[in-house]
């Protein structure tokens, strides 16, 4: 499955952002989707996911409130929505595709994703 993402850009502390992730193929029930991020000199981190099965989402405590995660599935599109955004989220942000159900405690771990797309900088300037 090829993963195509939109979005990201500079925007200042406060301000909102919308990043899209759109799938090659139809996203099965069993699958997560969701996106992690990193920032220079930092590993990466989780960020939200979406269990397609029953459209549960989780987030990570430090985006909790600001972020949303939402999804078409006749487009096969997941949208993270991010509002009040600060500077420490200013990274590249990975869409990520897993072939099944993970757990949470799975969900940090890069190499739980079979799929990912190219990645969308996100600058948040103070």
């Known amino acids: 499955v090829q993963l195509v993402e939109s979005g990201g850009g500079l925007v200042q502390a406060g301000g909102s952002l919308r990043l899209s992730c759109t799938a090659s193929?139809?996203?099965?029930?069993?699958?997560?989707m969701g996106w992690l991020r990193q920032a220079p000199g930092k590993e990466r981190e989780f960020v939200a996911v979406?269990?397609?099965?029953?459209?549960?989402?989780y987030y990570a405590d430090s985006v909790k409130g600001r972020f949303t995660l939402s999804r078409d599935n006749a487009k096969n599109t997941v949208y993270l929505q991010m509002n009040s955004l600060q500077p420490e989220d200013t990274a590249v942000y990975y869409c990520?595709?897993?072939?099944?159900?993970?757990?949470?405690?799975?969900?940090?771990?890069?190499?739980?994703?079979?799929?990912w797309g190219q990645g969308a900088q996100v600058t948040v300037s103070s």
């Open positions: 990520a595709l897993a072939n099944t159900r993970l757990k949470t405690e799975w969900l940090g771990v890069g190499e739980n994703y079979d799929s």
């Open positions: 193929e139809v996203i099965a029930s069993s699958y997560t």
């Open positions: 979406i269990w397609w099965n029953n459209g549960d989402t």
